[in-house]
C-alpha cells in the first residue's frame, strides 16, 4: 500500500523527487531503493542543509515531533507531520509559534479528514438533507496490542485515545462543528503490555445544540457490528459501516431514498 501511495505521488509531477532518511542508514538504503528514491541521508541535519529538499515528512515517535519540527521550521522547510501534532498543549502550542514566525507550511497528516464518508456527510448536512442533526456516533473498536514506543505513556503521551483515536477526534470535529463542551472516560482494563488507557469514551456537545460520542478501543476481544459514523437528524440518517457509505433521508411522508457510495471510498 505505501509503494502504491509513493507511486501515484510520484506520478502526478515528474519533477517530485523522493529522499529517505532513518536513524538506521541501512533501512533508509532499503527504503530508498524499495521506492525509487533519489538519494538518502546518514543524519537529520544533512536532510535539513540540503537544497534538494523542500518538504519534511515526519515520521517519529510522538515525544519527539516537537524538537524535529522546530529544527524543519529554522531550517525553512515545509511540514507533513503524523498525527498527534504533539503530546500535550504546550508542545503544540510551540510548534504552532514556530509555523507561524517561520511562514512554512505546516500539515498533520489526518487521513480520515478527506475519507469520502466524513465529506459527504458534511455535504449532506449542510445541504439539510437530514434535516437538522442531533447525534453523532463515530467509533473504533479493536482487539490490538501495540508495539515498541507505542506501549510507552511518556513516549506517546497517553493510550489509544492520542494514538488511533485522535483520527476519530477529527472525524467528530469536522462532521459536527464547533464543540462547546466535552465529557470522556478512560479504561485499561485489557491491553495491560501498553502503559496509557486501552479504552475511551468521549462525549461532546456542540454549539449547534447536537451531541457527539465517540467510543475508540483497543481492548474489545469481541464486538457487536457498528458504524464508523452515523449522522442522526431530525428528517433522516447517514451511516458509514466501514465499507461503504448509505444515507437515507424522509423526502415525503411515503418516501426514502438511500445511496452506497462505496465504489468513492479511498485507502488512506
Same mark, same amino acid.
Given at each position: ?15 517530485? *523527487? ?15 531503493? *524499495? ?17 534538494e ?7 517519529? $515517535?510522538?515525544?519527539?515531533? %516537537? ?5 524543519a521550521? *529554522?531550517?525553512?522547510?515545509?511540514? %507533513?507531520?503524523?498525527? $498527534? =501534532? ?16 517561520s ?28 434535516? *437538522?442533526?442531533?447525534? =453523532? ?8 496490542? $501495540? ?5 510507552d505513556?511518556?513516549?506517546? /503521551? ?56 465517540? =467510543?475508540?478501543?483497543?481492548g474489545?476481544?469481541?464486538?457487536? $457490528? ?11 440518517t ?5 465499507? /461503504? ?5 424522509? %423526502? ?17
Open positions: 500500500m505505501q509503494k502504491h501511495i509513493v507511486k501515484r505521488v510520484l506520478a502526478k509531477d515528474e519533477n517530485i *523527487k523522493l529522499y529517505m532518511y532513518d536513524v538506521d542508514y541501512n533501512r533508509a538504503e532499503a527504503l530508498c531503493k *524499495k521506492y525509487s528514491g533519489a538519494g538518502c541521508f546518514k543524519t537529520y541535519d544533512e536532510v535539513l542543509a540540503s537544497k529538499i523542500d518538504v519534511v515528512d515526519i515520521c517519529v $515517535p510522538h515525544d519527539e515531533h %516537537l524538537s524535529v519540527v522546530l529544527k521550521t *529554522k531550517a525553512g522547510k515545509h511540514i %507533513l507531520s503524523e498525527k $498527534p =501534532i504533539a503530546r500535550t498543549l504546550s508542545e503544540a502550542d510551540q510548534i504552532l509559534d514556530a509555523v507561524k514566525k511562514g512554512v507550511r505546516f500539515f498533520v497528516a489526518e487521513c480520515y479528514r478527506f475519507y469520502p464518508s466524513a465529506l459527504k456527510a458534511r455535504e449532506l448536512i449542510d445541504e439539510g438533507v437530514i434535516g *437538522k442533526p442531533f447525534l =453523532i456516533h463515530v467509533n473504533s473498536q479493536q482487539f490490538y496490542t $501495540p508495539s515498541g514506543w507505542r506501549r505513556k511518556e513516549k506517546t /503521551g497517553g493510550g489509544v485515545l492520542i494514538d488511533r483515536g485522535i483520527h476519530f477526534v477529527n472525524y467528530l470535529r469536522l462532521v459536527g462543528g464547533k464543540i462547546k463542551t466535552v465529557f470522556a472516560t478512560f479504561n485499561h482494563e485489557t491491553i495491560l503490555a501498553m502503559e496509557g488507557e486501552d479504552t475511551a469514551t468521549i462525549q461532546v456537545k456542540y454549539e449547534n445544540g447536537a451531541t457527539g460520542q465517540l =467510543i475508540v478501543s483497543w474489545m476481544r469481541m464486538f457487536t $457490528p457498528f458504524p464508523w459514523l452515523a449522522v442522526y437528524g431530525s428528517e433522516g447517514m451511516f458509514d459501516m466501514g465499507d /461503504g457509505f448509505t444515507f437515507s433521508a424522509q %423526502l415525503t411522508q411515503n418516501l426514502m431514498i438511500m445511496a452506497n457510495l462505496s465504489d468513492y471510498l479511498i485507502l488512506c
